[in-house]
């Protein structure tokens, strides 16, 4: 009687043991396919990188080593910007498309020589404020000429001639709140057009001196709709005004 008890117990146990751990694997699956959130962030940030592959991690290096004279083991940057733009293209998956590729298109002639990688942002913006996000954090991306080593950037779907959208003002406001919740280092908040503003900063690390580029994206009025979205981060000092 005392075994056959015992044996019960035991048994009840087992398959107590074997539920609890088909349960647990079944959360973690259904958490690993939610979207990625940025530390406690409320934000929904869908996760559609671009090719994570050993000729993005290879350029990347020799990116760094050739235009900022660094030689750091993994191509990660230290975030001190936020760097704003649009894509100058008017759909999201021919933006995505562009930027997938780890070596850069032959069209691309105008930059080419600097390196054969790719532009790419950590996250781009849907015309509908929907979020993804293409770089893991935080991966070196090449998107603003001498601040991309301290730059985390944001494109958006649109140009001069397709305006940004308030629910992309909406978006990139909650997004630059939620990394600065994530990197405490991030100082600044600038249009691409603005890069040159920094060109004398201890952050500006681009050597080739030739190696400039004229921006207009993601526009004033765009950036002055952010700026207002994030006027108490200014005022409290959060944020440096350029």
């Known amino acids: 009687m005392e075994y ?3 044996h019960f117990f035991k048994k009840y146990h ?10 647990s694997l079944c959360l973690l699956s259904f958490i690993s396919c939610m979207p990625a959130r940025i530390s406690k962030c409320n934000v929904k940030i869908n996760q559609k990188y671009v090719l994570m592959d ?16 660094l030689t750091p083991q993994k191509a990660h940057i230290d975030p001190r910007f936020i760097v704003l733009h649009w894509t100058a293209i008017h759909s999201f998956e021919s933006s995505y498309q562009t930027m997938y590729p780890s070596t850069l298109p032959t069209k691309r002639k105008d930059i080419a020589a600097a390196s054969q990688l790719n532009v790419c942002a950590h ?21 603003v ?17 397709l305006p940004l959208t308030d629910e992309q003002v909406a978006s990139n406001t909650a997004l630059i709140q939620c990394l600065l ?10 249009g691409h057009y603005e890069y040159l503003l920094f060109e004398k900063s201890p952050f500006f690390l681009e050597i080739d001196p030739e190696y400039r580029t004229i ?6 009025i765009f950036m002055k709709k952010v700026r207002e979205k994030l006027k108490d981060l200014y005022a409290k000092g959060r944020l440096k005004a350029n």
């Open 123 to 143: 996250f781009l913006v849907d015309r509908d404020g929907s979020i993804f996000q293409l770089l893991p954090l935080p991966y070196f991306g090449r998107h």
């Open 14 to 23: 087992l398959d107590m043991f074997f539920q609890f751990s088909i349960i």
């Open 4 to 6: 056959k008890i015992n």
């Open 181 to 190: 919740d994530k990197y405490p280092g991030i100082q600044y908040v600038i």
């Open 54 to 69: 050993d000729v993005r991690e290879r350029l990347s290096l020799e990116y760094i080593s050739e235009h900022y004279n």
């Open 215 to 220: 921006k207009t994206d993601p526009g004033e």
């Open 145 to 161: 000429i001498g601040l991309n080593y301290y730059a985390i950037g944001i494109e958006n779907v649109g140009s001069d001639t």
